[in-house]
């Protein structure tokens, strides 16, 4: 995810926008530092992020989330603090198996051994979303092609306003 979400924001950058991308290694080390892996942490996490977001795209920032949300509802409450016209859901659909391959934090890992507790995919459920504006399926694309596929979808989108993606 925060590897597509990166090269985005290169294509973004090099085409005249400001950016912020915002993932786990930004935010779990200080704004949400208090929070784990389950259902409840994972809703909280994304309702800081998407504060933080609204107060990016607010000042001009197309911001770019990199998280699991695994509900729909807890993507629900970030599309509802975000406002929906600064909204794009973009859904990197990624087997479970390919996660767990380029997984350099180890976190999959240690979820299947019970170290982590409450890990999407894992011991977690995860529910796909029904109408993501971009579906990525990233075990069948480059992270260039994947990031020149999100870019192409919603540049229209963020050209008038920017969005939080």
């Known amino acids: 995810k925060s590897t597509v979400a990166i090269a985005l924001e290169k294509l973004l950058h090099s085409e005249g926008y400001h950016t912020m991308v915002l993932d786990g290694d930004n935010t779990r080390t200080g704004i949400c530092n208090n929070l784990g892996f389950s259902l409840e942490d994972r809703g909280e996490n994304i309702r800081r992020i998407a ?8 000042s001009g920032v197309v911001c770019i989330n990199s998280f699991v949300s695994p509900t729909r509802g807890i993507r629900k409450t970030a599309e509802e603090i975000i406002g929906s016209d600064d909204y794009v859901e973009i859904y990197i659909n ?10 350099v934090k180890g976190l999959y ?8 507790k409450g890990f999407t995919g894992i011991d977690s459920p995860y529910e796909a979303p029904q109408n993501p504006d971009v579906e990525i399926k990233t075990d069948e694309c480059t992270v260039k092609e994947a990031a020149q596929k999100i870019f192409d979808n919603v540049i229209a989108k963020i050209a008038v306003t920017n969005k939080t993606i």
């Not at 504060?51 to 607010?58: A, D, G, I, M, T």
């Not at 990624?94 to 997984?103: G, Y």
């Not at 890992?109 to 982590?116: C, L, P, V």
Request: net charge negative; with cysteine.
């Open 109 to 116: 890992a240690k979820a299947r051994s019970g170290e982590i």
């Open 51 to 58: 504060e933080v977001s609204k107060l990016f795209v607010q």
């Open 94 to 103: 990624a087997p479970i198996e390919v996660c767990e391959q380029r997984d």
